[in-house]
């Protein structure tokens, strides 16, 4: 018996060093690739040695004595840093990820291929201007380097990720850096789901004047009455089986369902209204959470001056930042530069579809998509004069397309001659704020508001094409319009000028926080679909609460977390229930629900992470939306999966008979909007209650509102997601200028924090070296690195890095200096 014990222990011990000789293996294998920041290396397609400076926060200041050497510079660090993001965003727009990961993303691909955004890419080089040609080369030269450099030192294939999926790496290329903005567009657009959604609302209400409440208008603008959607296609059959769109659900699709489809907030101050007597800029663009994160923060040295800022990997430029004499930032504008088209098949020949001239062919080639352990899947793509064909399945489509009919989509980032990159490189180099404007000119898609600060004058100015539609347009492109009608059909684009601009306004400040800019009436509308009506308000009371501000001022802005939905709107919905009733005994639901309320009476409206009231008001009103619309909408109601502010305040105040959504159609009963609220508040106290206890007083907002920086694809993998995912708790909500965009739905985490901002900058033209930066995780994208979240805890803390264009404050404080010589040296 102790001789059987014996061998036991052996093998466990056997097995438990092989366990371990394993795992540090595994360590060496995957660690080769963390780049070594202190070296020199000598590399040809520079004219002179290039400096990378690696700061204390490991940001590279990348000194070359031309400009065209500073982009490799940055093609090196940006490959060095983040390679796996890089080449998986590539194949993301290339429709090529099911080669490295299978069946799962098979139908992303074919989306990506059919609105054949490479191509387009690769067409778009030509047309760039010779500057950013230059710029574009030099880049690819400098990620090929480090390509170069991990194949001939072994360095671990140059990401983790390569040991984990077979991903082969090819050159880098210009039309790659085109595309991934082209990827951008994909990422930041709503109206094609909006328009699909208004159309399948049209569809499913019994009472067509409601659909100005479940899908109202930013307040303050006026629109002629639609016709009504069925009665475009007179006898025509519609589907009633929602169809999957699993692509939007999967961490590596850029399919962002409508409410994750950007957000920003940007804000200026003219020196009249700075205390420094310097113009202010403060910017923080809002995208989907991942780790690494998006953004990656960079110095560049160029001819024209320093520049410093946010750049994505994969891009050339410096997205939102400064130089030394001006400062731009983005916000998603909204801008409508997408229409929905049903085509009409040719009974006798499927082949053709209608246009204003007769039946015309399709536009159809195949395209292959290899799949990793599958056989390959062969794809028709079509074309109609109006754009690409889409499969039905693709944001329930099926749905509003009537039988012998096809829907294509026109898209302003469909442009074969996207001068985008042109504009981007350009604006590194602008030494004016009309001088960005001007650049601007060139910029086609995705739309954004810039917002522009010099030494002495503020703007900002809608960038990018804006369709021309003929004032006769019969959906005004709120929802899908027939595609033979000529008057449905886009006229080209609208002149720059059309573009809402504002230089200097008399108020010295001026700012975006995704809020409707201008009202027009339509064709000049720029959009009907605005992403917020809420923060602005806020935004607007903080502005003007000060005569004068400063670079503190605009970091507290930046970090509010204060809630004007929650202040205007538990008034109206808590009306009759605040105080009333009798008293209840400990234990009952009653009795939970009046210490509720009795909370949230005495709640500012403060979504900080360590107080219960924010969960008890976003669980309320989550459970109040859902009881509002599912008997009128049916399974549609996931669509509507975030509360609605315009719209409950529309419900609780009665507009235009809205309180009609209160009744639950399926009951005998009348009920009333009180009735609603309090079952809705029952709703919400009893899943805390499973979820979290009865003991409402110790709450945290932030338990439930955690950040969720998830690797894409480690993140769900077990053990290892404790090692590539960043969690935290976190501030904020839906609605507060410190946004944390909820993930929303059924599931078992409907208040994680999944969108928002990934970059933070507030910039001081007064002292420009005082300004301040942070983003989300950290440098890194290697998860063995110390750099992959140096920066998450300052950034949940709202704290920020010091950026200087001073190379001797650069180097006084490096981790490494890396110096590339030509190869001649």
Same mark, same amino acid.
Request: with cysteine; hydrophobic share 40%.
């Given at each position: 018996?102790?001789?059987?014990?014996?061998?036991?222990?052996?093998?466990? $011990?056997?097995?438990?060093?092989?366990?371990?000789?394993?795992?540090?293996?595994?360590?060496?294998?995957?660690?080769?690739? @963390?780049? +070594?920041?202190?070296?020199?290396?000598?590399? =040809?397609? #520079?004219?002179?040695?290039?400096? #990378?400076?690696?700061?204390?926060?490991?940001?590279?200041?990348?000194?070359?004595?031309?400009?065209?050497?500073?982009?490799?510079? @940055? $093609?090196?660090?940006?490959?060095?840093?983040? @390679?796996?993001?890089?080449?998986?965003?590539?194949?993301?727009?290339?429709?090529?990820?099911?080669?490295?990961?299978?069946?799962?993303?098979?139908?992303?691909?074919?989306?990506?291929?059919?609105?054949?955004?490479?191509?387009?890419?690769?067409?778009?080089?030509?047309?760039?201007?010779? &500057?950013?040609?230059?710029? @574009?080369?030099?880049?690819?030269?400098?990620?090929?380097?480090?390509?170069?450099?991990?194949?001939?030192?072994?360095?671990?294939?140059?990401?983790?990720?390569?040991?984990?999926?077979?991903?082969?790496?090819?050159?880098?290329?210009?039309?790659?850096?085109?595309?991934?903005?082209?990827?951008?567009?994909?990422?930041?657009?709503?109206?094609?789901?909006? !328009?699909?959604?208004?159309? /399948?609302?049209?569809?499913?209400?019994?009472?067509?004047?409601?659909?100005?409440?479940?899908?109202?208008?930013?307040?303050?603008?006026?629109?002629?009455?639609?016709?009504?959607?069925?009665?475009?296609?007179?006898?025509?059959?519609?589907?009633?089986?929602?169809?999957?769109?699993?692509?939007?659900?999967?961490?590596?699709?850029?399919?962002? /369902?409508?409410?994750?489809?950007?957000?920003?907030?940007?804000?200026?101050?003219? =020196?009249?209204?700075?205390?420094?007597?310097?113009?202010?800029?403060?910017?923080?663009?809002?995208?989907?959470?991942?780790?690494?994160?998006?953004?990656?923060?960079?110095?560049?040295?160029?001819?024209?001056?320093?520049?410093?800022?946010?750049?994505?990997?994969?891009?050339?430029?410096?997205?939102?930042?400064?130089?030394?004499?001006?400062?731009?930032?983005?916000?998603?504008?909204?801008?409508?530069?997408?229409?929905?088209?049903?085509?009409?098949?040719?009974?006798?020949?499927?082949?053709?579809?209608?246009?204003?001239?007769?039946?015309?062919?399709?536009?159809?080639?195949?395209? #292959?998509?290899?799949?990793?352990?599958?056989?390959?899947?062969?794809?028709?793509?079509?074309?109609?004069?109006?754009?690409?064909?889409?499969?039905?399945?693709?944001?329930?489509?099926? !749905?509003?397309? =009537?039988?012998?009919?096809?829907?294509?989509?026109?898209?302003?980032?469909?442009?074969? !001659?996207?001068?985008?990159?042109?504009?981007?490189?350009?604006?590194?180099?602008?030494?004016?704020?009309?001088?960005?404007?001007?650049?601007?000119?060139?910029?086609?898609?995705?739309?954004?508001?810039?917002?522009?600060?010099?030494?002495?004058? #503020?703007?900002?100015?809608?960038?990018?094409?804006?369709?021309?539609?003929?004032?006769?347009?019969?959906?005004?492109? *709120?929802?899908?319009?027939?595609?033979?009608?000529?008057?449905?059909?886009?006229?080209?684009?609208?002149?720059?000028?059309?573009?809402?601009?504002?230089?200097?306004?008399?108020?010295?400040?001026?700012?975006?926080?995704?809020?409707?800019?201008?009202?027009?009436?339509?064709?000049?509308?720029?959009?009907?679909?605005?992403?917020?009506?809420?923060?602005?308000?806020?935004? /607007?009371?903080?502005?003007?609460?000060?005569?004068?501000?400063?670079?503190?001022?605009?970091?507290?802005?930046?970090?509010?977390?204060?809630?004007?939905?929650?202040?205007?709107?538990? =008034?109206?919905? $808590?009306?009759?229930?605040?105080?009333?009733?009798?008293?209840?005994?400990?234990?009952?639901?009653?009795?939970?629900?009046?210490?509720?309320?009795?909370?949230?009476?005495?709640?500012? %409206? !403060?979504?900080?992470?360590?107080?219960?009231?924010?969960?008890?008001?976003?669980?309320?009103?989550?459970?109040?939306?859902?009881?509002?619309?599912?008997?009128?909408? $049916?399974?549609?109601?996931?669509?509507?999966?975030?509360? +609605?502010?315009?719209?409950?305040?529309?419900?609780?105040?009665?507009?235009?008979?809205?309180?009609?959504?209160?009744?639950?159609?399926?009951?005998?009963?009348?009920?009333?909007?009180?009735?609603?609220?309090?079952?809705?508040?029952?709703?919400?106290?009893?899943?805390?209650?499973?979820?979290? %206890?009865?003991?409402?007083?110790?709450?945290?907002?932030?338990?439930?509102?955690?950040?969720?920086?998830?690797?894409?694809?480690?993140?769900?993998?077990?053990?290892?997601?404790?090692?590539?995912?960043? *969690?935290?708790?976190?501030?904020?909500?839906?609605?507060?200028?410190?946004?944390?965009?909820? /993930?929303?739905?059924?599931?078992?985490?409907?208040?994680?924090?999944?969108?928002?901002?990934?970059?933070?900058?507030?910039?001081?033209?007064?002292?420009?070296?005082?300004?301040?930066?942070?983003?989300?995780?950290?440098?890194?994208?290697?998860?063995?690195?110390?750099?992959?979240?140096?920066?998450?805890?300052?950034?949940?803390?709202? &704290?920020?890095?010091?950026?200087?264009?001073?190379?001797?404050?650069?180097?006084?404080?490096?981790?490494?200096?890396?110096?590339?010589?030509?190869?001649?040296?």
């Amino acid at each position: 018996m102790s001789g059987l014990v014996k061998w036991l222990l052996r093998l466990a $011990g056997g097995a438990i060093l092989l366990a371990v000789l394993a795992l540090l293996g595994a360590y060496f294998l995957l660690s080769r690739s @963390l780049p +070594d920041y202190d070296k020199t290396l000598s590399v =040809p397609g #520079i004219t002179a040695p290039v400096e #990378i400076v690696r700061d204390n926060a490991n940001v590279p200041h990348i000194l070359g004595q031309t400009d065209a050497d500073s982009f490799f510079g @940055l $093609g090196y660090a940006h490959a060095q840093d983040r @390679l796996w993001q890089m080449m998986t965003m590539r194949r993301t727009v290339q429709g090529r990820l099911s080669e490295v990961f299978g069946t799962r993303t098979v139908k992303i691909d074919s989306t990506m291929r059919r609105f054949d955004l490479y191509t387009l890419a690769r067409q778009s080089v030509a047309v760039q201007d010779a &500057e950013t040609l230059a710029a @574009l080369k030099a880049y690819s030269d400098g990620v090929n380097a480090r390509l170069n450099e991990i194949n001939r030192e072994a360095l671990g294939r140059g990401a983790p990720e390569q040991f984990l999926f077979n991903a082969p790496i090819a050159p880098w290329q210009p039309a790659d850096s085109i595309a991934l903005i082209k990827l951008m567009a994909v990422q930041l657009s709503s109206h094609l789901e909006n !328009e699909v959604l208004f159309a /399948r609302a049209a569809l499913a209400l019994e009472n067509p004047d409601r659909l100005a409440d479940i899908m109202p208008l930013a307040p303050g603008s006026g629109i002629a009455a639609l016709p009504e959607y069925a009665a475009l296609f007179p006898g025509a059959t519609w589907s009633r089986i929602a169809q999957t769109t699993p692509e939007r659900g999967d961490p590596l699709s850029p399919f962002k /369902r409508r409410a994750f489809a950007g957000a920003s907030n940007a804000f200026a101050a003219a =020196p009249s209204r700075s205390a420094s007597g310097g113009t202010l800029l403060a910017n923080d663009p809002h995208l989907g959470f991942s780790a690494p994160n998006i953004w990656y923060l960079a110095r560049l040295n160029l001819t024209s001056g320093g520049v410093i800022g946010g750049t994505i990997p994969g891009i050339p430029a410096i997205l939102t930042g400064r130089s030394a004499r001006l400062g731009w930032a983005v916000t998603s504008s909204y801008l409508d530069d997408q229409d929905l088209y049903i085509e009409e098949l040719n009974p006798d020949d499927p082949n053709q579809y209608r246009t204003p001239d007769g039946w015309k062919p399709f536009r159809t080639t195949r395209s #292959i998509v290899e799949i990793k352990d599958a056989d390959p899947v062969t794809l028709t793509l079509r074309w109609t004069e109006n754009g690409p064909v889409l499969p039905g399945s693709h944001y329930n489509l099926a !749905e509003v397309t =009537p039988a012998g009919h096809v829907a294509a989509l026109n898209w302003t980032a469909l442009s074969p !001659e996207d001068t985008t990159m042109s504009s981007a490189i350009g604006l590194m180099r602008a030494q004016s704020v009309q001088d960005a404007i001007d650049l601007s000119r060139l910029y086609i898609a995705p739309s954004q508001n810039l917002t522009l600060v010099d030494q002495s004058t #503020i703007a900002m100015r809608t960038i990018g094409a804006m369709p021309r539609r003929d004032a006769r347009h019969e959906s005004e492109g *709120r929802m899908p319009a027939r595609g033979w009608l000529p008057e449905n059909r886009w006229q080209g684009t609208l002149p720059f000028a059309a573009n809402p601009e504002f230089v200097a306004p008399s108020g010295g400040i001026l700012g975006n926080t995704n809020n409707k800019v201008v009202d027009r009436p339509f064709p000049m509308h720029v959009s009907h679909l605005w992403g917020d009506t809420q923060r602005v308000h806020r935004w /607007r009371r903080l502005m003007q609460g000060r005569e004068v501000h400063t670079r503190e001022s605009f970091i507290e802005a930046q970090l509010d977390t204060v809630s004007f939905t929650a202040r205007s709107l538990l =008034p109206l919905i $808590g009306a009759d229930l605040w105080f009333t009733g009798e008293s209840a005994p400990e234990g009952t639901p009653e009795r939970l629900r009046q210490r509720a309320l009795t909370m949230l009476a005495d709640w500012n %409206g !403060e979504m900080n992470e360590h107080l219960p009231e924010p969960l008890l008001y976003a669980a309320w009103m989550r459970a109040l939306m859902d009881r509002l619309i599912r008997d009128d909408l $049916g399974p549609l109601s996931r669509e509507f999966d975030h509360p +609605d502010p315009i719209f409950i305040e529309r419900v609780f105040r009665n507009v235009d008979g809205a309180a009609d959504w209160c009744d639950v159609k399926q009951s005998a009963a009348i009920e009333t909007c009180t009735d609603t609220a309090r079952m809705a508040l029952d709703d919400a106290l009893i899943w805390i209650s499973e979820r979290y %206890g009865q003991s409402l007083e110790s709450l945290r907002w932030g338990d439930a509102h955690q950040a969720t920086h998830d690797h894409q694809v480690l993140g769900d993998v077990p053990l290892l997601r404790h090692f590539v995912n960043i *969690r935290q708790s976190t501030s904020g909500g839906d609605n507060t200028l410190l946004r944390g965009r909820t /993930r929303g739905g059924n599931g078992p985490d409907p208040f994680h924090n999944v969108h928002g901002a990934g970059y933070r900058g507030v910039y001081d033209f007064a002292d420009p070296d005082s300004s301040v930066f942070i983003i989300a995780t950290g440098q890194s994208g290697h998860f063995l690195s110390r750099y992959y979240d140096n920066l998450s805890q300052l950034w949940r803390r709202g &704290e920020y890095i010091p950026m200087s264009l001073d190379p001797d404050l650069a180097r006084a404080a490096s981790v490494g200096i890396t110096t590339l010589l030509p190869t001649d040296q």
